[in-house]
């Protein structure tokens, strides 16, 4: 596989101030662990907390999608009832259990937590953790507001198409804790 990173490409994409500030939060965790010495266990903490917000998103997503789809006569949108629940649930489901896995793995005696204990752990295991969460929502919500809703994303997207876009982060987590 050949990737085509041009310059011109790279200056297209760095053109947009969105660019600039997912590029700061992205960087993020390379200050966390240079001004505040955090190690794998906040590191890997901070990427599940980002799973949980990228699942967020993901439902306001599909919703936007099923009603838009519905609003334009398009009747595979009302499947948004069904999959908006679905999607909560199933990867809901990914995210506790890799949270307890990666509980486990920091030496946490956890037990079968419930999904805010599991929160409330991954918060507590770096210094400032809720700030670092709180740039990745804030970042999130940006996007979410500025291209899927006012840039028009809404319209032209597929509800199955914003249901399978994140798990590629939750494969990426399963293969990681199975290594």
Not at 129 to 155: K, Q
Request: charge should be neutral.
């Amino acid at each position: 596989m050949k990737l085509n990173l041009s310059p011109s490409l790279i200056a297209r994409a760095y053109a947009d101030p969105l660019s600039w500030l997912n590029l700061a939060v992205d960087l993020l965790p390379l200050w966390a662990i240079l001004q505040f010495g955090w190690g794998a266990t906040p590191l890997v903490a901070l990427y599940w907390l980002e799973n949980l917000v990228i699942g967020l998103f993901a439902a306001a997503r599909m919703a936007g999608a099923g009603i838009t789809q519905l609003a334009k006569g398009e009747i595979a949108g009302a499947a948004a009832f069904f999959l908006v629940p679905f999607f909560c649930f199933h990867y809901g489901a990914f995210c506790w259990g890799h949270g307890i896995f990666i509980a486990t793995f920091a030496d946490q005696t956890l037990g079968l937590p419930s999904p805010q204990g599991l929160i409330g752990w991954a918060l507590g295991t770096g210094p400032h953790m809720l700030w670092f969460l709180g740039a990745i929502l804030a970042v999130n919500l940006v996007f979410f507001l500025v291209d899927f809703i006012a840039r028009g994303e809404i319209t032209r997207t597929k509800l199955d198409a914003e249901m399978t876009a994140p798990y590629g982060r939750i494969v990426t987590l399963h293969v990681a804790i199975i290594l």
